[in-house]
């Protein structure tokens, strides 16, 4: 497992704190804001907007707080206004990582990010230098022993996925953007439980980083997304679970 995919399982296995769930809730708010800004407030004729509320849900937040931020997108209510930026950089070990953020100061937010390369070995660098190394797709992960494989296998490529990979404990699907909800619904039907379900950039190569490098790495995954500007963060690096376990990520 590489990248984004590894990030989500490293974090899951941590948990999320109390503190770390107010900026969910934050991240979360921007990004259904953004999606009715753009797609309207009509989940049913919104694919982003009903992926935010499900993300939303999924985190216990409260209807009310969904709602407010719709009609903050669609400009029922006043909010503020915020513009979808990418940054692109290298990790430790020459990994490639791109930063998705949703700010209303560039100024602040780039400096944020810059920071956080410099302080875990990375650097920040030109627009377009790593974003051609990912592919946007939908990812659906599975722990391993939860779900038939062949039963998966079956119910994902009917409904339109383009691959299943085996990693280390994990299982993922793998979706075009256009069939992501399709799949998703195919699980749901048939109450398949999934761990991850998202919209991702996935990595087409990886890089396997050891040692101080894995260890700067993912202080650098966290150190970005502990930004409230920045949404998520991709990356092509590969860590081994033995080497998670013993820097104590795993």
């Known amino acids: 497992m590489s990248g984004h995919s590894k990030w989500s399982t490293i974090k899951r296995k941590k948990g999320a704190t109390d503190a770390k769930r107010g900026k969910i809730f934050t991240k979360l708010i921007k990004e259904i804001t953004v999606a009715a800004r753009f797609g309207g407030g009509d989940p049913d004729a919104n694919p982003r907007l009903r992926t935010a ?6 985190e216990n937040m409260p209807k009310d707080n969904i709602e407010r ?22 990790g430790p070990g020459g990994a490639a990582v791109l930063v998705e ?9 780039v400096a944020d990010i810059r920071h956080a390369f410099s302080k875990a070995g990375g650097s920040l660098g030109e627009a377009g ?10 990812m659906f992960a599975f722990e391993k022993g939860s779900v038939d494989e062949e039963t998966l ?23 075009s953007t256009e069939d992501f909800e399709q799949v998703k619904k195919a699980l749901d039907d048939r109450a398949i439980r999934y761990v991850v379900d998202e919209i991702t950039m996935l990595p087409q190569s990886t890089i396997g980083l050891e040692g ?8 650098l995954m966290d150190g970005l997304e502990d930004s409230d500007d920045v949404q998520k963060v991709y990356s092509n690096f590969d860590i081994s679970d033995k080497t998670l376990e ?4 795993g």
Do not use: H, P
């Not at 997108?73 to 290298?90: H, I, K, Q």
């Not at 013993?246 to 990520?249: A, P, T, V, W, Y």
């Open 153 to 175: 296998m079956d119910i994902t490529l009917d409904a339109g996925a383009e691959d299943i990979n085996d990693e280390e404990g994990t299982l993922e699907v793998i979706t």
């Open 69 to 90: 931020a719709i009609k903050k997108g669609t400009g029922e209510l006043e909010g503020v206004a915020y513009e979808e930026v990418y940054y692109e950089g290298y």
């Open 101 to 109: 953020s949703l700010t209303d100061n560039k100024n602040r937010t």
């Open 246 to 249: 013993e820097i104590g990520g």
């Open 212 to 219: 101080k490098e894995a260890e700067q790495m993912l202080r």
């Open 129 to 138: 230098c790593v974003a051609w190394m990912f592919q946007k797709k939908g």
């Open 53 to 58: 509320i499900a993300a939303a849900k999924s």
